[in-house]
């Protein structure tokens, strides 16, 4: 069963009055719509739509009409008085309505695209506009020459187009890569202000930058297409809402130039709906795991039933999801001696959809997302862990998995009735519940089972329990591995911390002995003589800056920059800085020291991460965010384990692993239980994109 945003009918209403010089339609609001794709059906920004409707800035609401500018409205004008000179043999004239193409009108009509343009010149200058009147020649009829004297078209003032979002992309290198500002990104997409996600189509004041291969694509538009070679077989694929020409190419491993001479009405740009001819075949999701990494000799077709669908970034809960409990038991036979593993295991899942308190709950389910972060986090969870599922049942994994509703808040949870109906003593691990506490009672209740239980969120240090594996690792572990990488690389540490931060202070004083202090003035600022003076010229100087003063951290930069000239030097933080997300800081700069960080997460375009987000994408409809992806990693990472013929304690002892973002590298703690150190260490390069270090 399928989910999918109920689409009202779109209405419009033309305005025959014009406002300020120009052309303008009213629009009436569908139920999902955002400002940013309506700018692009009306091929306006939205600063444009904005600008004629103020309120539209604190949100639109379904059914509510919208003041549309025309783009160039007098240049169209004047090309359409043109055109109607242009006697049609047959009489028809054909309004442009939203979402249409010029090939879809000429597949429509019967006429070619030369005739449709010789008799409505304008749409060789302007293209094609909604609320446009076309001139519709008859059908066969030759395309003849417009003698017709026609008006220069003014030059737009501003010309505008379009960057959808790929990953470790910032907006600071977008807007160098385009020459224009931060803040006219901003103002042009006001949905980016707090955050830049993936895939997000951005309208940008410009030209689109030349590139080196814009001369190849052009030269080779009228050859045929790889993906055309002999033994290739295509499938019907339907567009879905917000896809674009980067989902689509990443999703089916394709080219712009390649897709559009598939199907070249792409050549209008990408619309939802749009039935698109795309090369077929499905690669299962290939798992990522140290020692023994499984070998998959063919795929198999899944048949899973789908218990959740995404839709608009938010993860619903179907008809199937209404019981306590979902069971998958997949067909599976055994794996290869090799991994030694002959008896089934039992995986337990417990995630807190509370679906009793929301049966007995007015609000609807839509209303309930929109507030109920800890559900979204729930479900976006719950779906990369199918994800896993999904990928067990292709590898053939003799595992069966329960899903419980742990019905957790903070401080409860019917863990203990789950226990007291046997429903956790004989599974083989158990991932959840999410909350600290919650977790720690079920590794105690379950620690005379020996039932190891996986924390699956949570960044608190976990009490000293036996069976209790915390899979994030904690804020001094993500530290201390920093720290540690540096020492391995025999660099010379310099922090340079501000007053305020006494807590990075004490803990660099109590943990990390050997680790110098850049002199502080007695107002707070840096001593910049006092920094270069200990920097050493003959090995690598990492220095850790830890501040949120815009002063200090230019003060600092310029400080290190200059030192370039006579050592080595690499900046250094500790934790994410929104101070360095600023237009105030050169994020030039920033790459030319090589920004280094920890993170429990990493970026990576290998060919299986890929797989996983492209199966993800067709299955929920939107791109997994990092609780998905946690979802996913956990899931899989526990599964591998418990099939490599060891207990999942053995395996937690013997292996390191690494899954879609995150790395499973656990250890026994003094005190007793385990915890995560796998850490990643990143840095800019010096072609603006993430890396990991060595």
Known sequence: MKYYL????????????????EKVVKYKVSAGETINQIAEKFKVTPYDIYSLNPDARTGISPNSVLLIPTKAGKTVAKAESVSKNVVS???KTHEVQPKETLFG???KYGVSDEALKAANPFLVTNGLQIGQTLVIPSKGSAAKTVTAKTEKPAKSSEKYVYHDVVAKETKYSIAKQYKTTVEDLEKRNPEIVTSLPVGYRLTIKGTAPKTETSASAVTTVSKPSETAKKGTTYMDYQVKPKETFYSLTHTFHITQEELTELNPSLSEGVKEGMVLKVPSGYVAPVPIIAQQQPVIEKSVEKTADKPVENTGGGIRILEKVKSEEVSVNPEVVELTKKRGQTERQ????LLPFNIAKMQNDTTSTATRLKKDKFLNMTLDFYSGAMMAIDSAKVLKLPIDVAIYDSQETKNTSNISSLISQNKLQNANAVIGPFYQSNAEATANSLRLYNVPVISPLSKDTANPIDNLYQSIPTNDVVRNAIFDYMRNKNGNIVAVVDKKKESVINYIKQNQKGVVFAALSETGGLDVANLKSLLLPNRLNYVVMETANTAMIKTTIKALIDAQKTCQVQLVILEPNSTLDTDEISFDNLVKLNLMYPSVTRESDEQPVLIFEKEYRLKNKVNPNSYATRGFDVTFDTMMRLVQGKTYQETTDLMTTEQVDNKFQ???????????KGVYILYYDSDLTLKVAN
């Open 666 to 676: 656990y250890y026994k703690k003094d005190d007793g239980g385990h915890a995560n």
């Open 105 to 107: 009108i000429e597949k």
């Open 346 to 349: 039992k995986l337990v899942l």
């Open 89 to 91: 043999e047959n009489g």
């Open 6 to 21: 109920a689409l009202l009918s779109l209405v419009f209403f033309i305005n025959t009055s014009a406002f300020s010089q």
